[in-house]
């Protein structure tokens, strides 16, 4: 009897989805490769005047005022590409790549994938105070979206390969595969199905097992805390505050930059060149913040800088972040912001009582990235894979939950979202069951509804169902055997009338109506009306025979929402009213 309902709606074509998802993620951690190279390449460019591929950081750098002028190219270049090349590629990434879902069908070009990766190279190899995550998750985002332009498919499943490639991605970077997947969930994908979920799943996977092969195998950042104990518990609570309020503060100052910037009498493309003035500034007096800082991260959660060196830290990274990201170049947010929550950490392990002083840099870290996009999930794992730290996870989700009910509490939109609602683009990011999934045209539809047989006139359907006692704007019309033939209404008679008013109703139907099954969901056939502009449809009792049963409408299709309104909105006390 119930045969037809499953937990969820696959067919076989996931396996084909899940395949290609497997070879994007080995093209997108090549991608990473090439990225991460590009990085080494052209800093060893910039201030050692090299080529050479070799890791190495800005800050041993030995040229003196000069090093001032080197962001400032790196600007100027971004600048020019964007202009002549795609302005697609300014910013962090991961605004443009959720525009691209939500408002482009997923469709990226292969300007984006090529010059994406080479002008952030350029930008954070000159000393651009970014990381790599947010390049290589637009690049992998074009390279799973070009891949699938190739295929006669959706937008929801294009949508689907270039999730895929923008996580894929991040794997490779971070080797953190299981928070590039809650990243998909919490921020990329707007959606929870197999058709997505495995894909993505799958591409990440495949990322984290060739990553070895290209890049360093094991955790970024691997450490060791001693396990929590009770006292820790006021003191995550404490941390996830700070790092909410770190949180609201970047992003509040990052949109008055670029506010700032957008009333200058200049053409964007000359921003960049600004911003790196402003970052070639504060390298000059704070080296360390220049650059990815991978090797700053180590040293924060390590706890080897002193509380005087990690304060003028802090503020010069957090100044140059805000203007270089401000000013539109190229760039990602999520090595800064890991910087900044280390940062703050060491600060809080200074005065923390008792407690393990190595623990509060990797908590803090992975706070205020939970509050800065608002993802405390991905970002509790993403802390948990950086490191390797068990012993963390406990302190990681109770801070990270707090940062992010204190940013969803102070702030309308995040920073990944506010730049697109700023295109006039709204973005709602709480999604959940549709009340029309679960119910079924069965539970809605009018059962046994007045029928006009198709062999009656127009004359008498005039007469007897559309005078003033008219009772419904649509009748179905039936053949002998019942089954359906057509729904009449006003215009439908009108023609009739006016062509042959003594013909039966049947003969002004030319092809077989549109109809529903007792089986079908609520928003199927809603998605279906919506898409023939159709008021109400016939219900059948199959296909074969489409013997009417009963009559489905839009009003209907509304009906489960009744509950779900009472739900969110009815407030009963059950005990002790």
Same mark, same amino acid.
């Given at each position: ?312 830290? &802090? ?6 972040? *805000? /203007?270089? !990201? +401000? ?6 947010? $999520?090595? #800064? @912001? ?34 800065? &996009? ?6 509790? *794992? /993403?802390? !948990? +894979? ?6 963390? $996870?406990? #302190? @990681? ?54 029928? $006009? ?125």
């Amino acid at each position: 009897m119930h045969n037809h309902l499953r937990d969820f709606s696959v067919d076989r074509r996931l396996l084909f989805f899940c395949t290609l998802a497997l070879v994007i993620g080995m093209v997108s951690t090549l991608a990473a490769w090439v990225l991460l190279n590009a990085i080494h390449f052209f800093t060893n460019l910039f201030f050692f005047q090299e080529l050479s591929f070799a890791d190495r950081s800005p800050a041993g750098h030995t040229l003196g005022l000069w090093v001032i002028a080197l962001p400032v190219v790196g600007g100027l270049i971004a600048g020019l590409v964007a202009r002549y090349g795609s302005d697609k590629i300014r910013g962090h990434g991961i605004p443009e790549a959720i525009e691209a879902i939500l408002f482009r069908k997923s469709q990226m070009s292969p300007k984006v994938a090529v010059l994406k990766p080479l002008t952030s190279g350029i930008v954070i190899g000159s000393g651009g105070p970014f990381g790599a995550e947010g390049p290589i998750i637009m690049t992998g985002g074009a390279i799973g979206s070009l891949i699938a332009q190739h295929f006669r498919i959706t937008a929801a499943e294009r949508k689907v390969l270039l999730v895929a490639g923008a996580t894929a991605g991040m794997t490779a970077v971070f080797g953190t595969p299981v928070a590039a997947v809650m990243l998909a969930v919490e921020l990329l994908l707007f959606e929870l199905r197999p058709r997505s979920l495995l894909p993505v799943i799958m591409a990440c996977a495949t990322a984290a097992f060739c990553r070895p092969f290209l890049l360093e195998g094991g955790p970024l950042f691997a450490m060791q805390t001693a396990a929590p104990v009770f006292q820790d518990f006021a003191i995550c609570l404490a941390a996830g505050v700070l790092c909410g309020a770190l949180a609201t503060l970047m992003s509040r100052c990052l949109y008055l930059v670029e506010d700032w910037f957008s009333s200058l009498p200049l053409h964007w493309m000359w921003w960049p060149a600004i911003g790196g003035l402003i970052v070639g500034i504060g390298g000059y007096f704070e080296p360390r913040a220049l650059g990815v800082g991978y090797d700053v991260i180590a040293d924060l959660l390590g706890n080897h800088l002193a509380v005087t060196a990690v304060v003028s830290l &802090l503020v010069v990274k957090a100044v140059i972040w *805000i /203007f270089a !990201l +401000g000013s539109g170049t190229s760039g990602g947010v $999520l090595a #800064p @912001l890991l910087i900044l929550g280390a940062g703050l950490g060491t600060l809080v392990a200074s005065v923390a009582p008792g407690s393990d002083a190595n623990l509060w840099p990797l908590v803090c870290m992975a706070a205020v990235l939970a509050g800065v &996009l608002g993802a405390p999930l991905t970002a509790a *794992i /993403f802390g !948990l +894979g950086l490191t390797g730290d068990f012993n963390a $996870l406990l #302190p @990681l989700l109770l801070a990270t939950g707090v940062s992010y009910g204190f940013t969803i509490l102070v702030m309308r939109r995040s920073i990944m979202t506010e730049k697109i609602a700023r295109r006039g683009l709204h973005i709602y990011r709480e999604y959940g069951v549709d009340p029309q999934e679960r119910a079924f045209v069965a539970d809605v539809m009018s059962a046994d509804p007045l029928s $006009l047989s198709g062999s009656m006139t127009f004359e008498a359907a005039h007469r007897l169902y559309f005078g003033p006692e008219q009772r419904y704007r649509f009748y179905p019309v039936t053949d002998d055997e019942g089954a359906i033939v057509g729904m009449m209404d006003r215009n439908l008679l009108a023609r009739g009338l006016r062509l042959h008013p003594g013909a039966g109703l049947a003969s002004v139907f030319e092809q077989g109506p549109q109809v529903a099954l007792t089986t079908e969901s609520c928003q199927r056939v809603g998605r279906r009306m919506a898409d023939l502009n159709l008021e109400c449809l016939p219900v059948v009792a199959d296909l074969h025979s489409k013997r009417l049963i009963g009559v489905v409408s839009r009003s209907d299709l509304l009906k489960p929402s009744r509950s779900v309104f009472h739900e969110e909105h009815v407030r009963e006390r059950l005990i002790g009213g």
